[in-house]
């Protein structure tokens, strides 16, 4: 899609009274949960009568479908590395970066995040990341294969909590750098709970069984290989043999498992692993996510934000990691708020237990307000970027 012509601008706004002037914000975003976390904020400083160019790829292309946006081909390239980002930040003469993070993968030496931070530092020009999860910090900023050099680093980094606040300045980052604002994606999600309505929740499930389980994966094997004890496929596998291995006993013939691909996965080598088991189940890309979280009685997930969804969404959420062999990712596993599941063959009962026990699942719902966002991330994130006008 091409910005040329269009403007996401009002002809008159509070902030350009008070500033005096149109400041240009180029917007950059490859992962989804980067997308996500910019997207907000883009919205928000267009309203303010600013002038936002988003540069999108990859998964983030559906994220900003609504509104007009540039893609590496509409200036002339098929991926964007340093020299391209540098052509890119001359034509269109920003004011201030917005990004959100990603991290490389054997497939992207560079990503399209990292190449316009290289560039905008060069040019001088102000540059603020919003970080979208925990974890991953250094990786996010850094070349692999060490993912320790931190050669990417934004003059400024909006992050979602304390906890990732803490865990940055011990791995090393300057506090100065860091400011917590909470992640503007979930601003809206009390809004999204209240707008799914039961009528809406039995149409999306019409096509299902009595009892339906979402499975969110991640391209856990492209970014960690086996270094995590287990991937995406070693983890659906346990799960599917848990519910097969049930069999008439309590939950298989009334269930459905509703197996959603991450945008960089192929959903065909998740369908070989489900076609091994006597189950009943769809591959879902393309109910909004968090309608498809919402049409589900129970949310598993390796350490997707989608548990995090899950939960604020009151829907109960299991982080299935069978076999892992290193630190868990998922802060919100010690938090309470999800349910972690370590060891292979233990997930059927976790899911029964959820299905069943009323009171185990108020629990977590109870443990969840600890995070319930106050709505007003998009703001604070949108007050640090206009401190970097000039």
Same mark, same amino acid.
């Given at each position: 899609?091409?910005t ?8 008159? @706004? ?6 005096? +002037? ?10 989804r ?14 309203? =303010? ?18 509104i ?9 390239? @098929? ?15 920003? @004011? ?49 294969p060490? +993912?320790?050099?931190?050669? +990417? ?22 506090? =100065? ?16 709970k ?13 096509? +299902? ?34 519910i097969?291995?049930?069999?008439d ?26 076609d091994?088991h ?22 598993? @997930? ?6 995090? =969804?899950?939960a604020l ?28 599941v ?14 069943? =026990? ?33």
């Amino acid at each position: 899609m091409e910005t040329q012509g269009k403007r996401l601008l009002p002809k008159e @706004s509070p902030a350009i009274t008070a500033i005096g +002037y149109v400041e240009k914000i180029l917007v950059g975003a490859w992962h989804r949960g980067g997308g996500q976390a910019v997207y907000p904020p883009t919205i928000r400083i267009a309203g =303010d009568g600013h002038e936002i160019i988003p540069v999108i790829a990859g998964p983030s292309l559906d994220v900003f479908k609504d509104i007009p946006f540039k893609t590496p081909e509409i200036y002339g390239y @098929s991926a964007i590395g340093r020299e391209e980002a540098r052509q890119i930040l001359e034509a269109e003469q920003p @004011s201030v970066l917005l990004i959100g993070t990603s991290s490389q993968d054997k497939d992207t030496p560079i990503t399209l995040e990292q190449a316009l931070t290289l560039a905008a530092r060069e040019r001088g020009i102000p540059t603020i990341a919003v970080l979208d999860f925990w974890g991953n910090y250094s990786r996010r900023f850094s070349d692999k294969p060490t +993912y320790d050099n931190r050669k +990417y680093l934004p003059d400024m980094i909006c992050v979602p909590d304390v906890i990732a606040f803490n865990d940055m300045i011990g791995e090393g980052f300057d506090k =100065d750098k860091l400011v917590v604002t909470g992640n503007p994606y979930f601003d809206d999600i009390a809004a999204s709970k209240e707008q799914f309505t039961g009528d809406r929740r039995d149409e999306s499930r019409k096509e +299902y069984r009595r009892q339906v389980v979402l499975f969110a994966s991640q391209p856990i094997e492209l970014y960690y290989g086996s270094s995590m004890g287990y991937t995406e496929k070693t983890a659906l596998e346990d799960l599917l043999s848990c519910i097969e291995e049930a069999g008439d006993v309590w939950f298989c013939p009334n269930t459905t498992i509703v197996i959603r691909p991450h945008p960089k996965e192929d959903p065909e080598e998740l369908r070989a692993v489900a076609d091994r088991h006597a189950v009943h189940y769809f591959i879902d890309s393309k109910t909004p996510l968090r309608e498809a979280i919402m049409a589900s009685d129970i949310v598993l @997930s390796p350490f997707s934000t989608m548990l995090v =969804d899950a939960a604020l969404l009151g829907v109960p959420a299991i982080s299935l990691q069978p076999g892992l062999c290193r630190d868990d990712l998922l802060p919100t596993n010690k938090l309470g708020i999800t349910y972690p599941v370590f060891k292979q063959g233990e997930v059927g009962d976790a899911i029964k237990a959820f299905l069943s =026990d009323t009171t185990l699942r108020k629990k977590f719902e109870e443990k969840s307000k600890s995070i319930t966002p106050d709505g007003k991330a998009t703001e604070r994130v949108v007050r640090e970027i206009y401190s970097l006008f000039r």
